[in-house]
């Protein structure tokens, strides 16, 4: 059972959904890619989480940015420009006839090898693209309870390991994370940089409220969240003091109000950090406050 801030209830109408695997609609269980595909071999592509909302995609542009510099930085090309592959999605949504409450995972591989090893020279197709568009909200009882983080010994690495910035197949840090966060208890993992201070959480990105500031970490050592970017920007609208900046867990401990922020499920209180409870152990006035903002550029983003 899921928890945390993917939480959602099943939703039957996604045992019939047509799946897209390199442009072809196929039935969930015909949806299959090969055993000698990059991606199953060894973790090889990038991919991205999308919303539709109002038979929009939420944000698309920023999200083909990520994915096509993602793609570009491990030398995997994509084989069509972004709008096309924006069309694609969309393509696969209208042939499920869906319009709202969606997710959709998008996910590119390297392609097929013509032997399990790593070099990029072994493969022998073009790449391998799947569109999952599925019936998927989170649940409001999360976000009116709040979620529980723990700290994990797995770091957020430098780039000159496995870059952060990179949303790629190869998420086993963060698989490990997360383990270590449900054995303890907690429903997701935070995350340090190597230095020691607060970088972000297994699958979300994390911020903190102190005195009327948000404060987030500085980026360098996690993904380029696009709700982490959009609330940023809510905050200073909204004329709130927002900081990227290095912060360590006593002053985590010591915030008035924490949040994450994710694609599936925008912004989830935090009301406990490693067993201490987080200002009142409920969501704050202003995480109250940004919710309702980014809930309001959501719909500006796709109007019905």
């Given at each position: 059972?899921?928890?945390?801030?993917?939480?959602?209830?099943?939703?039957?109408?996604?045992?019939?959904i047509?799946?897209?695997?390199?442009?072809?609609?196929?039935?969930?269980?015909?949806?299959?890619?090969?055993?000698?595909?990059?991606?199953?071999?060894?973790?090889?592509?990038?991919?991205?989480?999308?919303?539709?909302?109002?038979?929009?995609?939420?944000?698309?542009?920023?999200?083909?940015?990520?994915?096509?510099?993602g793609?570009?930085?491990?030398?995997?090309?994509?084989g069509?420009?972004?709008?096309?592959?924006?069309?694609?999605?969309?393509?696969?949504?209208?042939?499920?006839?869906?319009?709202s409450?969606?997710?959709?995972?998008?996910?590119?591989?390297?392609?097929?090898?013509?032997?399990?090893?790593q070099?990029?020279?072994?493969?022998?197709?073009?790449?391998?693209?799947?569109?999952?568009?599925?019936?998927?909200?989170?649940?409001?009882?999360?976000?009116?309870?709040?979620i529980?983080?723990?700290?994990?010994?797995?770091?957020?690495?430098?780039?000159?390991?496995?870059?952060?910035?990179?949303?790629?197949?190869?998420?086993?840090n963060?698989?490990?994370?997360?383990?270590?966060?449900?054995?303890?208890?907690?429903?997701?993992?935070?995350?340090?940089?190597?230095?020691?201070?607060?970088?972000?959480?297994?699958?979300?990105?994390?911020?903190?409220?102190?005195?009327?500031?948000?404060?987030?970490?500085?980026?360098?050592?996690?993904?380029l969240?696009?709700?982490?970017?959009?609330?940023?920007?809510?905050?200073?609208?909204?004329?709130?003091?927002?900081?990227?900046?290095?912060?360590?867990?006593t002053?985590?401990?010591?915030?008035?109000?924490?949040?994450?922020?994710?694609?599936?499920?925008?912004?989830?209180?935090?009301?406990?950090?490693?067993?201490?409870?987080?200002?009142?152990?409920?969501?704050?006035?202003?995480?109250?406050?940004?919710t309702?903002?980014?809930?309001?550029?959501?719909?500006?983003?796709?109007?019905?």
């Amino acid at each position: 059972m899921t928890t945390g801030t993917h939480e959602h209830d099943d939703d039957p109408r996604n045992r019939d959904i047509l799946i897209s695997v390199n442009g072809e609609l196929l039935a969930r269980e015909r949806a299959v890619v090969s055993v000698f595909d990059s991606g199953f071999i060894l973790g090889d592509g990038v991919w991205e989480g999308i919303r539709l909302h109002n038979g929009k995609l939420a944000f698309i542009d920023d999200h083909m940015d990520r994915l096509y510099e993602g793609a570009k930085a491990i030398d995997l090309d994509i084989g069509m420009p972004p709008a096309a592959l924006a069309e694609e999605i969309l393509k696969t949504t209208r042939a499920n006839g869906m319009q709202s409450g969606v997710h959709i995972r998008l996910m590119v591989t390297r392609g097929v090898k013509s032997t399990p090893y790593q070099d990029p020279r072994m493969t022998v197709t073009g790449p391998t693209i799947v569109i999952i568009p599925e019936y998927k909200a989170p649940k409001p009882a999360v976000a009116e309870r709040g979620i529980r983080l723990y700290t994990v010994y797995v770091r957020r690495g430098r780039p000159d390991v496995q870059d952060p910035k990179w949303n790629s197949h190869s998420k086993l840090n963060c698989i490990a994370a997360c383990i270590q966060a449900t054995k303890a208890g907690a429903d997701e993992a935070l995350m340090l940089d190597p230095d020691g201070f607060v970088a972000t959480c297994n699958s979300t990105h994390f911020f903190i409220v102190r005195k009327g500031e948000v404060w987030t970490s500085t980026g360098d050592y996690c993904l380029l969240g696009i709700t982490r970017g959009h609330v940023l920007e809510l905050a200073r609208r909204l004329g709130m003091p927002a900081h990227e900046k290095r912060f360590s867990l006593t002053q985590v401990y010591g915030a008035d109000e924490a949040f994450v922020t994710g694609t599936f499920a925008g912004l989830v209180p935090v009301t406990e950090v490693d067993g201490r409870v987080i200002g009142s152990g409920a969501g704050g006035p202003i995480t109250r406050r940004l919710t309702a903002a980014y809930a309001a550029l959501l719909e500006e983003a796709c109007p019905a």
